[in-house]
Structures are given as structure tokens and as C-alpha cells.
């Protein structure tokens, strides 16, 4: 496979590019995205069979139980940052090892609906928590370990509504391209 066609497979969307200034209408569709999210990826991979959850969604990549599982424990730090950046200044948050947490015994065989129903809860406490943010608490932030960065809030919403989009397009593409669909 050649490198423009793996690249389309990992960034079957694109990479997520920020809008610069930030509108009040994009943070409202960001939000919109993060709302509806849940239901329609629980509609994409429910009534999938445990071989075809089993499968990649692209050459060494994870599997759609792995991505379910991966979606879930993301958002679930996400949520948490975004709570740590309310209530204290900038704080330093933990980074966690997605790559391991997908190997993980739970990621691998656990069924999907543990973590579309916690999905569910996360992005419902998520979203009511984001709907209520005033402009100076878009621009509180915290900092990435990894990479020594402030993230701010408004960013990471956007962030956040790309990453779902991205892991829904690994799935659905995979899905089409087996004739799944």
C-alpha cells in the first residue's frame, strides 16, 4: 500500500485544522456533533458480528472493537481535562498510552456496548457542561505533557468533535468497503 493511500486510511477526514478566530456558531456546531455523536455510532457498529468487529479498519491498525473501546476511554479524559481546566489554572493533566490501553485485555474482547453506553453518559455530562460555558471559560486551558502545549477549551471542543467524526469514518469506511453497509 502506498504511503497517500495509508495516510487516507489513518485521516480518512482529514487532519483536524482549527479555525482561526473560533465563532460562537462553530463551538454551537461543535457541541451539536458531540450531542448526536453517541446514538449515531452506536447505530454504525450495533448489530455488527464479533468477526466483523474483530476486523481492522485499515493495514496494522486497531479493530472496530478496539476503536469503540478507544473512543470511549478518550472521551472519558477529555471530559475530565475539561473539568480540570474549570477548577484549577492551567493544570498539568496526565497523558495516558492510547496505543496500550488498546491492547488492553477489555479493549480487545470486551463487547462494545460497555463503552457506547458509557459513551452515552460521558457526552451527556460532556455536552450539558459545555452548553453552560461562558467565553472566559472557552479560553481557560490546561497543558499537554507530551507536548508542552496549552490547550485551550474552545480548541479542544473542536478537538473532541473531530476525533468522533474521524473514528465514525474508520468504521463506516470500513464497513463500505467490505459491503458491510
Not at 479555525?19 to 460562537?24: E, G, M
Not at 472496530?64 to 472519558?76: A, C, G, L
Not at 492510547?98 to 451527556?124: G, N, V
Request: include cysteine.
Amino acid at each position: 500500500m502506498n504511503i497517500k493511500a495509508l495516510e487516507k486510511l489513518k485521516y480518512p477526514i482529514g487532519q483536524f485544522v482549527c479555525p482561526n478566530p473560533i465563532t460562537d456558531a462553530q463551538i454551537s456546531e461543535w457541541i451539536r456533533i458531540l450531542e448526536e455523536f453517541p446514538i449515531k455510532f452506536e447505530a454504525l457498529v450495533k448489530h455488527l458480528t464479533k468477526s466483523q468487529l474483530d476486523t481492522p479498519y485499515r493495514p496494522e491498525g486497531w479493530t472496530i472493537r478496539q476503536t469503540v473501546h478507544h473512543v470511549s476511554d478518550s472521551h472519558h479524559h477529555s471530559y475530565t481535562r475539561f473539568k480540570w481546566a474549570l477548577t484549577e489554572n492551567k493544570p498539568l493533566i496526565k497523558a495516558y498510552n492510547e496505543a496500550e490501553w488498546a491492547e488492553l485485555f477489555d479493549s480487545k474482547t470486551a463487547p462494545i456496548q460497555m463503552s457506547i453506553e458509557h459513551l452515552k453518559a460521558i457526552h451527556y455530562k460532556l455536552v450539558y457542561v459545555l452548553k453552560g460555558l461562558s467565553n472566559d471559560d472557552l479560553r481557560k486551558s490546561f497543558i499537554h505533557p507530551e507536548t508542552n502545549t496549552e490547550v485551550f477549551l474552545d480548541y479542544n471542543i473542536g478537538n473532541y468533535a473531530w476525533h468522533s467524526n474521524h473514528h465514525y469514518a474508520h468504521i463506516k469506511n470500513v464497513l463500505k468497503t467490505k459491503g458491510w453497509l
